[in-house]
């Protein structure tokens, strides 16, 4: 069973960016058909999947987000990155990080709570 786990800072102001990065432990990152993607939670909210990046790099945004997010990879410490600029408060929320075959995500970290606020 693949475990994941996210880490970053807690607290971000406005206008700056929200890194994130989550580790994984039993499982290859660039396993062949597995798909690793960050999902948030607004308080109140709904689960909002905010893209997606394969073994290969190719990533998926969503279009709400496309001009703002950045995934990538970092095979070295089987490790993917989130990247989120220009920052507001709605972007508060719990950050997930998950992972699966071909775009389904049975395995997901315990999430992060990051606050965006000056």
């Known amino acids: 069973q693949v475990q994941l786990q996210e880490s970053g800072p807690g607290l971000v102001k406005p206008s700056q960016t929200l890194s994130l990065t989550c580790t994984i432990a039993?499982?290859?990152?660039?396993?062949?058909?597995?798909?690793w993607a960050w999902i948030r939670q607004p308080p109140g909210k709904g689960l909002e999947w905010m893209g997606a990046i394969g073994g290969s790099g190719t990533t998926f945004y969503s279009p709400s987000l496309k001009r703002r997010i950045v995934i990538s990879l970092n095979i070295a410490k089987n490790q993917f990155t989130l990247q989120l600029t220009a920052v507001t408060p709605e972007d508060t929320g719990v950050y997930y990080c998950?992972?699966?075959?071909?775009?389904?995500?049975?395995?997901w970290g315990q999430g992060a709570q990051v606050t965006v606020s000056s």
């Open positions: 998950a992972g699966g075959l071909a775009f389904q995500y049975p395995s």
């Open positions: 039993g499982g290859s990152i660039t396993a062949e058909y597995y798909y």
